[in-house]
């Protein structure tokens, strides 16, 4: 842009417009407020808009209880909004056996305990998260609290492959019952129940070492 001191100037069309980009291209300009905010404020025009064309129409015993369920279903869906990031960010950050300190045979007992008392989620939880500690003390995975349902599923996979879709199924479901809200019933309990004992029962496989040749 010319400085305060230079002439005046009268630019042409598409100088003008190219000055007028490069000075809205700078950060002062740039929108600082959040997704949640910028919707905020969405709503919030949308009610003016309504008070301003019919406000003045309608009597209060009407106008007042229809901004109440507007203001309801804008408060409502930005909750629903924020609590799925943050699910998906526990999600994302937290492993199965976080803050986790037991033997597989004491998490096979809590999960027996639950799934007498019928709470077949956490017991379904606990079986998977069995299987995954008898995993890491048959030294078939590393200890690693931070590992996901995901993960402990693609690296038991290789060592047992007659068992890699029941694998896979469990792990998936583990995400959905612990982060999904979804509710485990007593043939699920006992579909993890069985696919954790008989992953203890059968020998691992182990790739077969490369053969070296000259």
């Known amino acids: 842009m010319p400085g305060d001191d230079a002439p005046p100037l009268d630019p042409s069309g598409g100088a003008a417009h190219a000055w007028l980009q490069r000075e809205l291209a700078k950060p002062a300009y740039a929108d ?8 905020w404020d969405w709503a919030r025009d949308r009610l003016d808009d309504l008070l301003q064309g019919v406000g003045g129409a309608l009597p209060l015993y ?3 209880p229809l901004l109440l369920v507007i203001l309801g279903i804008v408060v409502f869906a930005l909750s629903r909004l924020s609590g799925g990031s943050a699910r998906k960010q526990d999600a994302a ?5 976080t803050e986790v300190d037991l033997t597989a045979r004491q998490l096979r007992e809590r999960a027996g305990r639950s799934s007498a008392a019928g709470a077949h989620s956490a017991a379904f939880v606990d079986y998977f998260r069995a299987l995954a500690r008898r995993a890491e003390e048959r030294a ?17 996979e290789p060592y047992f ?4 879709a029941a694998i896979r199924s469990a792990a998936t479901f583990f ?3 612990r982060y999904g809200g979804t509710d485990a019933t007593a043939a699920d309990v006992s579909r993890i129940e069985a696919l954790d004992r008989e992953l203890d029962d059968t020998r691992p ?7 070296v040749t000259a």
């Open 161 to 164: 492959p007659g068992h890699t």
């Open 175 to 177: 995400d959905q019952v």
């Open 93 to 97: 950050e937290d492993g199965v056996l």
């Open 32 to 39: 600082q407020r959040s997704w949640l905010q910028r919707l």
């Open 62 to 64: 009407v106008l007042i």
């Open 205 to 211: 496989q182990h790739a077969a070492p490369q053969q």
């Open 140 to 156: 078939l995975l590393l200890p690693q609290p931070g590992r996901t349902a995901h993960e402990v599923g693609t690296e038991l």
